[in-house]
């Protein structure tokens, strides 16, 4: 059977991001003299975050922004981190500040992330961006992956208000401020998590359907309502002798079968994925404009 849901492609979407963020920058420069400025700090060498923050520090060159990557071993410990966020916050040519997470088991995330001037936390995990995504108050910043999200949709033309939105996952990075962006566009939403009894029993009721997980393949054609918008947020590494790596990425969406019964449905990769960094920089050219 072919497929019949439309590819939301988050890559073209993420480009057009990324574009309107470049012109952005421009015309703060032409106007104001401000480069808008992004600082990026890895504690540690974990390969994975290595990754993220590379392509983080390309994507600010591309988009004529400042970008800059702090490299900290793994030993530092949380005084040291306390004070590099000093030294950034007090920084005026520094818009944005982002703390690589996951961070070595001696420094308290949390402690780093509250130390972290909130009007340079573009990566929205301030308790104070928290609350005010909660209240409702576009001052703030929301997280860059579910601020992507509600992009997609808007930009797919799926209109969001009086929508039964489900949210699997309820995570501060993903599922809780997916939650609070989709009620705030006037959804019905409902999250479900891990002690969720019958889980298949509110997937089937929802207009939208976003995947925040962590598990591969999760999300089966059974469990989705027919003509359903899908969004998959889901990163997951599965063996795959056939591929050179030894294996592929999948999303928390059984891709192949539930396209067949969604009307739009978002691919992994190249779907949520590709909007993170864009959001990132929409954010810290925010924050440089309102500086
Ligand atoms: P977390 O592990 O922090 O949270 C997972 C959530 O899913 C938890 O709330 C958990 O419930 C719930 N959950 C786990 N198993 C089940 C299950 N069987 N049934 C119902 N709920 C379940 O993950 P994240 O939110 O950080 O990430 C989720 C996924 O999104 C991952 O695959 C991650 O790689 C990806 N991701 C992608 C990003 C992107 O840029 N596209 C950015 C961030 C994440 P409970 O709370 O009860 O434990």
Do not use: W
């Given at each position: 059977?072919?497929?019949?849901?439309?590819?939301?492609?988050?890559?073209a979407v993420a480009d057009a991001v990324r574009a309107e963020v470049a012109r952005e920058a421009a015309a703060l420069l032409a106007t104001r003299g401000i480069t808008p400025g992004l600082t990026v700090v890895l504690v540690g060498e974990d390969p994975a975050s290595a990754v993220y923050v590379r392509s983080k520090e390309q994507a600010c060159k591309?988009?004529?922004?400042?970008?800059e990557t702090i490299r900290l071993p793994a030993t530092t410990s949380q005084a040291e981190l306390l004070a590099v966020v000093d030294r950034l916050n007090a920084d005026p040519a520094i818009h944005g500040?982002?703390?690589?997470?996951?961070?070595?088991?001696?420094?308290d995330a949390q402690a780093i992330i509250r130390r972290i001037d909130p009007?340079?936390?573009?990566?929205?995990?301030?308790?104070?961006?928290?609350?005010?995504?909660?209240?409702?108050?576009?001052?703030?910043?929301?997280?860059?992956?579910?601020?992507?999200v509600m992009v997609l949709l808007e930009r797919y033309g799926v209109d969001v208000a009086g929508k039964e939105a489900?949210?699997?996952?309820?995570?501060?990075?993903?599922?809780?401020?997916?939650?609070?962006?989709l009620v705030n566009a006037s959804a019905t939403v409902t999250v479900c998590h891990s002690r969720t009894r019958d889980l298949a029993r509110h997937t089937a009721k929802a207009d939208i359907l976003?995947?925040?997980?962590?598990?591969?393949?999760?999300?089966?054609?059974?469990?989705?309502?027919?003509?359903?918008?899908?969004?998959?947020?889901?990163?997951?590494?599965?063996?795959?002798?056939?591929?050179?790596?030894?294996?592929?990425?999948?999303?928390?969406?059984?891709?192949?079968?539930?396209?067949?019964?969604?009307?739009?449905?978002?691919?992994v990769p190249g779907g949520v994925?590709?909007?993170?960094?864009?959001?990132?920089?929409?954010?810290t050219v925010r924050a440089a404009s309102v500086a």
């Open positions: 059977m072919t497929s019949h849901a439309e590819l939301i492609d988050g890559a591309e988009a004529g922004m400042h970008g500040i982002l703390v690589q997470m996951p961070l070595p088991k001696q420094i009007r340079k936390d573009v990566d929205g995990f301030h308790p104070e961006n928290v609350g005010k995504l909660l209240i409702g108050d576009a001052d703030g910043f929301a997280p860059c992956t579910p601020a992507g489900v949210v699997l996952g309820r995570s501060t990075i993903v599922g809780k401020p997916m939650m609070s962006l976003v995947a925040a997980i962590g598990k591969p393949n999760f999300v089966t054609a059974e469990m989705v309502r027919p003509g359903a918008v899908v969004i998959d947020v889901g990163i997951n590494r599965v063996e795959d002798p056939a591929n050179k790596k030894g294996y592929r990425i999948v999303g928390d969406v059984d891709f192949t079968g539930v396209s067949r019964v969604a009307s739009k449905i978002t691919p994925g590709k909007m993170t960094i864009a959001m990132l920089l929409k954010n």
